[in-house]
């Protein structure tokens, strides 16, 4: 039989070992409440306080920061409507791009916004961007890199020049505030995710992302930021998001972001060589092939290729009879429910949308998958 070739790492990771022997006490034998008073709960309630540190101190944060939540999209939703719902309706501007996932767009329905473009490499317009931040508004938001295509933000750029808006407003007397909101849920294998060096005032985490749980995710809320909850309930995570906590998922949340931290240089490395690899042995035997995105500020893992004239449906499930597990550009646009936006603010028409792969690596990639996956993706046009 042949290999299996796993390459979608930006839909799922598996569970690091280290990551799944560290959540086994907490199913069984650390079952208890961390809100109970007996000690066996005490013990559970600083372990999931560790946990918090550890992901705080990761990133630059004080632990209070951190907010657990279930999964990216609800650390999204909880960041974007618990901000803008503290304000008047009529007192909300938000800019954001294109390039933001559905969980992001999709949570500042309701709320006026404006998107930003892209341009052709697939990094935000930054002069569009600043251009549309009017006094009023009170948010932007910069996703650190994209699932779809992997580029890299200007996030420290952009937040510097907001920075200074937030000056100039001062000196005219216009206390609106202005905060930024990043997701950062692709990041977290290879970026650097310090605080310091990003200067946003909220930002979501990922477990699925990162080979640690599902339904995990933490959430960076700068000091002294107002939210209202989603949630309420118990009043847990500082009254932010209620609910008995899923301890064997934070803590195997906080494992897992420590580790894809520490491992982050040696992937890099060894994932740009191959992706360099794929890419110009592909590009050899197939010309017309085309790379979307930057490739100099993209994630290292990624490769989102059109194929001209090609059905990215079809090529994906010939793929798949050879075991070749890749997707198209988001989840979505596979089975043509709606075209990936991303895709289409990058200037590209339906057909070539629909003749696009995602192409996302991880851990367990190989030289040999890689060979494999190429002959696969030749042998198919051959056939054509
Ligand atoms: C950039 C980005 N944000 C948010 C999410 C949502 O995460 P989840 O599906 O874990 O809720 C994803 C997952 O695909 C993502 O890639």
Redesign the pocket.
């Known amino acids: 039989v042949d290999q299996l070739v796993y390459l979608d790492y930006?839909a799922a990771t598996p569970l690091d070992e280290e990551v799944f022997l560290a959540m086994q006490p907490y199913w069984q034998e650390k079952f208890f409440n961390p809100s109970s008073i007996y000690q066996s709960s005490v013990e559970v309630k600083n372990d999931l306080l560790q946990a918090r540190q550890t992901i705080a101190s990761l990133i630059g944060a004080h632990y209070q920061e951190i907010i657990f939540c279930a999964?990216?999209?609800?650390a999204?939703n909880l960041a974007l409507k618990g901000y803008l719902s503290n304000f008047e309706p009529s007192k909300n501007h938000v800019v954001v791009s294109y390039l933001e996932?559905d969980?992001v767009l999709k949570a500042l329905n309701g709320f006026d916004y404006q998107l930003a473009d892209l341009k052709s490499d697939g990094l935000i317009d930054i002069d569009h961007c600043l251009s549309l931040i009017n006094d009023q508004t009170n948010l932007v938001v910069l996703?650190l890199a994209n699932?779809e295509i992997g580029t890299i933000q200007p996030v420290k750029y952009l937040t510097d020049k907001i920075k200074q808006i937030r000056l100039e407003r001062l000196k005219k007397k216009n206390f609106q505030p202005l905060i930024v909101f990043c997701?950062a849920?692709?990041a977290g294998n290879y970026l650097d995710l310090h605080l310091s060096r990003l200067g946003v005032d909220m930002m979501s985490l990922?477990g699925?992302?990162i080979y640690g749980p599902?339904q995990t995710?933490a959430l960076y809320i700068r000091h002294g930021l107002k939210i209202k909850p989603l949630i309420d309930g118990g009043g847990q995570e500082y009254g932010l998001r209620s609910g008995t906590e899923n301890t064997a998922g934070f803590i195997g949340l906080a494992v897992a972001l420590k580790k894809t931290q520490a491992l982050k240089n040696s992937e890099i490395k060894r994932l740009k060589n191959l992706q360099n690899y794929f890419l110009k042995n592909l590009s050899n035997q197939l010309p017309e092939v085309i790379l979307n995105g930057s490739f100099k500020n993209r994630l290292p893992n990624n490769l989102n290729l059109s194929f001209p004239g090609q059905d990215n449906e079809r090529m994906l499930f010939y793929l798949g009879k050879h075991g070749i597990m890749a997707s198209a550009g988001s989840a979505c646009s596979a089975s043509n429910h709606h075209a990936s936006h991303v895709l289409s603010a990058l200037g590209l028409n339906d057909h070539q949308i629909h003749s696009t792969i995602r192409i996302t690596m991880g851990r367990q990639t190989t030289k040999d998958q890689l060979d494999k996956t190429i002959r696969v993706l030749v042998d198919y046009k051959k056939k054509l």
């Open positions: 930006a999964g990216g999209s609800e999204n996932h969980s996703m699932n997701d849920c692709q990922n699925s992302k599902k995710a």
